[in-house]
């Protein structure tokens, strides 16, 4: 497939599913959880979490991660995302207000909350998976 319908295929399963896991690297080993996306149209990926979490310490420490999303229909054969990245932490006002929803008020006092940062996942190769017969491709960031 040309790198557009890849672009495309790969931009469907990031716009119908939000959850997926992350999986960051302490002391060299992989330590992954469920974390909600939100998604742009440059591919990057955006989670909320608390600053003082494992994950905001070990992204710190080692800013390789790695995510797995979609594969949550029927089970055996379903279209998901391998995708390898860099994260960085943001802390800007601007893009918390663009991803804050009601449901995070279980885990933050507003769009304010000084422990509420944004993981910005920078993706340098996304792959797209069980996606027909023409998969796995490789999209290079």
Do not use: C
């Not at 998901?80 to 893009?95: F, N, P, S, W």
């Not at 909350?113 to 340098?124: A, F, N």
């Amino acid at each position: 497939m040309n790198q557009e319908e890849l672009k495309k295929k790969i931009y469907n399963v990031m716009d119908q599913h939000k959850v997926g896991t992350l999986a960051t690297v302490k002391d060299k080993k992989p330590h992954a959880r469920y974390m909600t996306f939100s998604n742009d149209e440059d591919f990057s990926f955006f989670t909320p979490t608390d600053r003082d979490t494992h994950k905001a310490e070990e992204i710190e420490e080692n800013p390789h991660v790695h995510i797995l999303l979609g594969y949550e229909g029927e089970g055996y054969g379903d279209t998901y995302l391998e995708v390898q990245g860099q994260a960085k932490i943001r802390d800007d006002q601007k893009m918390k207000d663009w991803l804050w929803s009601e449901q995070m008020e279980r885990w933050f006092s507003g769009k304010g909350d000084p422990d509420y940062i944004v993981l910005e996942i920078m993706p340098e190769s996304i792959r797209l998976m069980n996606a027909d017969g023409d998969t796995p491709e490789s999209l290079d960031l």
